[in-house]
Structures are given as structure tokens and as C-alpha cells.
């Protein structure tokens, strides 16, 4: 019994997104904006700040106190379904994406915490790759002294 109210939660929540993509796509095509008009320039900031903001919610401290209040009341199915969510990148991608969206074109000023994302998610993208080379040029190191 327990697996199928979580379930109707889980399904819940689908229909409550699409409600959402429907309400947002109705506020903009009220405001005489069609999603075809993205910019390629657009876009990769949209996808910057969603990646950002997916990491923030799904893996950073600054988020953890909400991941800990919600874990705390996972026995309730509703809280149980938000935990799904924010635990797993691939499910908040899709929710931030919105954000993004909602707030690059429908929140005045919100471009400019967008564009602050974008900024910062290409910034982790850099240090990301950094350690990497780091690490890679540390291995090829210990490969040679160990011969």
C-alpha cells in the first residue's frame, strides 16, 4: 500500500511540472515570447545556469540544510517525493531548467542571477577540468618514478 500512495505522489508531481511548463508557456506566449525565439546565446546561458543550479540544489552545502529538513520528513509521501527530486541530478536538472527559464525571462532582473550562474557553472567547469589535467599529469609522474 505504501509503494502505490508514494507512487500516486510521484505521478502527482509529473502532472504538477507539466502544469507548470503550461503556466509558464502560457505567461510568455501572453507576453508575446515563443520558446523558437532562444537565442543560441541564450541557450548556453540557460543550460550554464540550470547545470549550476542543479549542482547547488543536488550536492552543495549551502543547499544541505533543506536536503536534511526533507530527508527528516520523508515518512510523509509528499516530502518523500520533494527528496527524490533534490537528490538526484537528473530530476532537478529538469525543475531548475524551469527556474532558469521562469527567471531569465519572466522575473524582472532575474537575468542578472542567470547570468551569475551561467558565469559560475563555465567557473566549475574550469576548475573541474583543471584537477583533472592535475590529476592525470600526477599519475603520469608517479608512472615514470615507479619505473
Known amino acids: 500500500m505504501e509503494n502505490r ?7 502527482t508531481s509529473i502532472f504538477f511540472y507539466f502544469g507548470l511548463i503550461i503556466l509558464v508557456g502560457t505567461i510568455m506566449h501572453a507576453n508575446g515570447f ?5 537565442t ?3 541557450l ?12 547547488i540544489v543536488v550536492f552543495e ?11 527528516n520528513y520523508n515518512r510523509y509521501y509528499f516530502f518523500s517525493t520533494i527528496q527524490f527530486v533534490i537528490t538526484c541530478p537528473w530530476c532537478a536538472g529538469v525543475w ?12 524582472p532582473y532575474g537575468d542578472l542571477l542567470i547570468y551569475a550562474l551561467a558565469i559560475a557553472g563555465l567557473a566549475s ?18 608512472e615514470k618514478s615507479g619505473k
Open 5 to 11: 500512495i508514494q507512487h500516486f505522489w510521484n505521478f
Open 34 to 38: 515563443t520558446i523558437t525565439e532562444i
Open 40 to 42: 543560441t546565446r541564450d
Open 44 to 55: 548556453i546561458i540557460l543550460i550554464l545556469a540550470s547545470y549550476r543550479l542543479t549542482r
Open 61 to 71: 552545502k549551502i543547499f544541505k540544510f533543506a536536503r536534511d529538513f526533507i530527508r
Open 96 to 107: 531548475m531548467a524551469l527556474i532558469a527559464i521562469v527567471f531569465f525571462y519572466l522575473i
Open 125 to 142: 567547469f574550469i576548475v573541474q577540468a583543471s584537477n583533472l589535467m592535475g590529476l592525470h599529469l600526477e599519475e603520469k609522474q608517479e
